[in-house]
């Protein structure tokens, strides 16, 4: 048992299986998510990690096994209760045409109203907060499927952290993003989160910036966990081979002193150093 088995879990699968229409994708999965940490998801194409996460967000239920959120069973729960305890911000969202950005992140705000879903002047004060530090409270007024695709991914981030849940899950929330804005990205949203002692899960594809903003990896293969912990008991050289069959060199990053993974040269690349 790892020390992870033993904090307590902000989420938590149990034996779950998860299949679209009759193609099985996970079978008999169990992985506890550490609460108040950085849990980053990552393997290669098709391997079940956006549909993981997919299951924790209740939007694929499981054919067997329970989902549980903080010890209670997600399935057993009102969705205005999960939706006060669990963001999301899926990989390809899609806005309703014509709406604005701010009544979109707005839109973010629906768990915490009452029946009349009257918007309350805390409601007001979550949006402005997420549109702040967003760097989108200028785009308020405008429409949201006018924006460049930076403009519109940094929206939805402001949408998920309007929602003020203690539970984010981010399904490659980098996408359209160049490197400069990745970083500020993922470093403003897992510094919210701190600031709130909440927990983040999310779905990576890069390795460097998963390694860089994780505090427990979670490695995936085929619809099973091959490796889980912190990055630097993760990311080996083997385990790169093992999940990915890249052949690569793993040093320590300068900055970050996490784990930098350093792809071997190709054969492409050698004969073109050779031919100059």
């Keep these: 048992m790892t020390h992870t088995d033993l904090a307590p879990a902000a989420l938590e699968a149990q034996g779950v299986s998860l299949a679209y229409e009759s193609r099985e994708v996970i079978s008999d999965l169990s992985v506890r998510i550490p609460e108040g940490k950085v849990t980053v998801i990552v393997g290669p194409n098709g391997c079940g990690k956006s549909t993981l996460l997919r299951g924790f967000a209740r939007l ?3 054919t067997r096994g329970n989902f549980l ?5 997600l399935a057993a729960m009102p969705l205005k209760d999960s939706a006060k305890r669990l963001g999301l911000l899926p990989q390809q969202p899609i806005a309703p045409e014509g709406i ?8 973010g705000r629906y768990p915490h109203q009452g029946l009349f879903r009257r ?10 907060r997420a549109l702040t530090v967003t760097g989108t409270l200028e785009l308020a007024e405008r429409e949201v499927n006018e924006l460049s695709g930076g403009q519109r991914q940094r929206v939805w981030i402001a949408l998920a952290l309007a929602q003020e849940t203690p539970i984010l899950l981010l399904d490659e929330p980098t996408t359209y993003l160049d490197l400069a804005h990745q970083m500020d990205v993922l470093s403003l949203v897992l510094d919210t989160q701190r600031e709130r002692q909440g927990s983040v899960v999310m779905v990576l594809h890069d390795l460097n910036l998963a390694a860089r903003f994780a505090d427990h990896l979670i490695a995936m293969r085929d619809g099973r966990i091959v490796g889980q912990g912190a990055p630097g008991e993760v990311l080996t050289a083997e385990s790169v081979r093992e999940i990915f069959g890249l052949e690569s060199t793993v040093i320590e990053c300068p900055e970050s002193g996490k784990p930098l993974v350093v792809p071997a040269t190709t054969a492409a690349e050698r004969s073109a150093h050779g031919s100059r």
Excluded: Q, W
């Design 60 to 62: 694929l239920k499981p």
């Design 69 to 73: 959120i903080e010890g209670e069973r």
């Design 100 to 107: 604005t950005v701010r009544d979109l992140v707005g839109r």
């Design 119 to 128: 918007f309350s002047a805390e409601d007001r004060h979550a949006v402005g």
